[in-house]
C-alpha cells in the first residue's frame, strides 16, 4: 500500500496479512483528506484500531504534529513499527494495546480521530460516547462501519460515503445550541 499524500508521499507501507486486516483504500483516504484539508500541520491525531496504519501514517505524511496509532495485534504492531522506523516518521507514537482499553485510560485530547474498529465487534456506540470528551472543540472523528451509522444524539454527520460493503462518515460533535 502506497501513502498517497504529503512528504512521504508514493512510500510503500508493508504489512502482514491479518485476520480483519482492512486497509482503507486509496480512494476513500483521498476523499477523506480532502475533507479535513490536504494538510494536518499542527493538528493530534489518533489512529484507534490502527490495523495497516494508513490513516495514521497519511496522517503523518501531511504534517500532524502528532499521531497516536493503537493496535492490538503483535504481529501488526511489528510491522506498523518497522514502516514507522523505516520512513523516519518520529511525529509517531505505537502503543500495542486494545483499542477500548486504550481510549478509556487516555487523558488526551485530539483534533481528528480515526475509528475502524472490527465491523462486528459493536464498539462504535460506546466509543462515540467515550471518545467525544476527548476531541478538541472543532475535532472530528472519522468512521468507517460495514452499516450506515446512526452517531445518534450529540452527533452530526459533516460528510459520509460508501465505498463497496464500507461505510465511512466524518463526525462532529452536534452544537449544543442548536
Not at 8 to 34: M, Q, S
Request: charged residues 25%; neutral net charge.
Amino acid at each position: 500500500m502506497r501513502i498517497i499524500g504529503g512528504a512521504h508521499r508514493r512510500r510503500l507501507i508493508e504489512f502482514p496479512d491479518a485476520e480483519g486486516l482492512r486497509p482503507t483504500p486509496d480512494r476513500v483516504r483521498e476523499t477523506l483528506f480532502n475533507w479535513l484539508g490536504q494538510t494536518l500541520h499542527g493538528r493530534r491525531c489518533l489512529d484507534l484500531f490502527a490495523g495497516s496504519g494508513a490513516l495514521g501514517f497519511e496522517a503523518a505524511s501531511r504534517g500532524a504534529e502528532r499521531v497516536v496509532m493503537v493496535e492490538k495485534n503483535r504481529r501488526v504492531c511489528q510491522a506498523l513499527q518497522r514502516n514507522i522506523d523505516g520512513l523516519g516518521l518520529k511525529t509517531i507514537e505505537l502503543h500495542c494495546a486494545d483499542g477500548m482499553d486504550y481510549a478509556q485510560r487516555d487523558g488526551r485530547r485530539y483534533d481528528v480521530i480515526f475509528l475502524d474498529p472490527p465491523f462486528d465487534a459493536g464498539y462504535l456506540p460506546g466509543l462515540l460516547t467515550l471518545l467525544g470528551p476527548k476531541l478538541e472543540a472543532d475535532g472530528v472523528i472519522y468512521v468507517e462501519s460495514g452499516t450506515i451509522l446512526d452517531p445518534g444524539p450529540g452527533w452530526q454527520v459533516e460528510k459520509r460515503g460508501k465505498a463497496g460493503a464500507v461505510h465511512y462518515q466524518l463526525l462532529k460533535q452536534a452544537d449544543e445550541a442548536a
